[in-house]
């Protein structure tokens, strides 16, 4: 009876860690899958301007970056109908947000447009992209206008599961202005996302610690079955 409990035992062990195994790849794989969705909300931008004939705009990092300056600043002021009530000052863009982004003072250009949104609960791009960024006719007059020439996005989202998104655009010669010193590697993000960079999302960062966990479970419950043996 004793030797039948550990057969068991060992059976069940062994049954675990391959389900932890399995959760472990299927989160490697969700981390891989999911890009940035600031470079997603971007593309959908683009892929809206060429199709009416429009040529696509430069994706900037440095633009990008300041968009979700614009976002951190404007959290928490979200009404009950996905309304977003904020306006950073011009002091805001050359003494906090420039600096925070890295972006060399000299290539600071103009912000000729600037599209803020926000929503009670997650959106995927395409659903941020038709629901809060080209919603009205303000947005899709900016989306389309004939003298953008580069775009940046930024996006979070705040422990209450509310989503912000800024869409911020310049009109000065293309890939010229905003530029990120030491093209960006300064930047010490620790949430939301931009576009332009490589740098990880935090929703990636939440999926490597989710991984993490996992492989320390599957580490422990190991052990566990080989002092079972």
Same mark, same amino acid.
């Not at 951190?72 to 982004?101: K, V, Y």
């Not at 996006?155 to 912000?164: A, D, E, T, V, W």
């Given at each position: ?24 790849? &299927? ?14 909300? =971007? @593309? ?7 199709? =009416? ?23 928490g002021?979200?009404?009950?109908? %996905? ?9 805001? !863009? ?15 250009g ?5 599209i ?7 959106? %995927?791009?395409?659903? &941020? ?6 919603? @009205? ?5 900016? !989306?389309? %206008?004939?003298?953008?020439? $580069? ?20 009109s $000065?010669? &293309? %890939? ?5 010193? @030491? ?14 960079s ?5 929703d ?9 966990? !996992? ?15």
């Amino acid at each position: 009876m004793e030797k039948m409990r550990k057969m068991v035992g060992r059976s069940g062990c062994e049954v675990g860690l391959l389900v932890l195994c399995h959760l472990l790849l &299927a989160t490697q794989v969700i981390s891989k899958k999911h890009g940035n969705p600031a470079n997603e909300i =971007v @593309d959908l931008i683009n892929e809206n301007r060429t199709a =009416v004939k429009l040529p696509p705009l430069n994706n900037s990092p440095g633009i990008g970056c300041m968009a979700l300056q614009f976002v951190e600043a404007c959290m928490g002021n979200c009404t009950a109908n %996905n309304t977003l009530h904020c306006s950073p000052s011009e002091d805001d !863009l050359t003494e906090i947000f420039a600096p925070n982004c890295g972006i060399e003072l000299p290539t600071f250009g103009s912000i000729t447009g600037r599209i803020l949104g926000c929503h009670h609960k997650h959106l %995927n791009p395409s659903e &941020a992209f038709s629901q809060v960024i080209a919603s @009205d006719k303000t947005g899709v007059t900016l !989306l389309k %206008n004939r003298t953008n020439t $580069d775009v940046g996005v930024g996006l979070m989202s705040s422990h209450k599961g509310m989503s912000y998104w800024c869409v911020l655009f310049s009109s $000065d010669k &293309a %890939n010229s202005t905003f530029l990120l010193e @030491d093209r960006g590697v300064g930047i010490k993000q620790k949430t939301g996302c931009f576009s332009g960079s490589s740098i990880s999302c935090n929703d990636g960062q939440r999926n490597r610690n989710a991984g993490m966990h !996992l492989f320390s479970m599957i580490c422990t419950m190991a052990i566990t079955c080989l002092l079972m043996r």
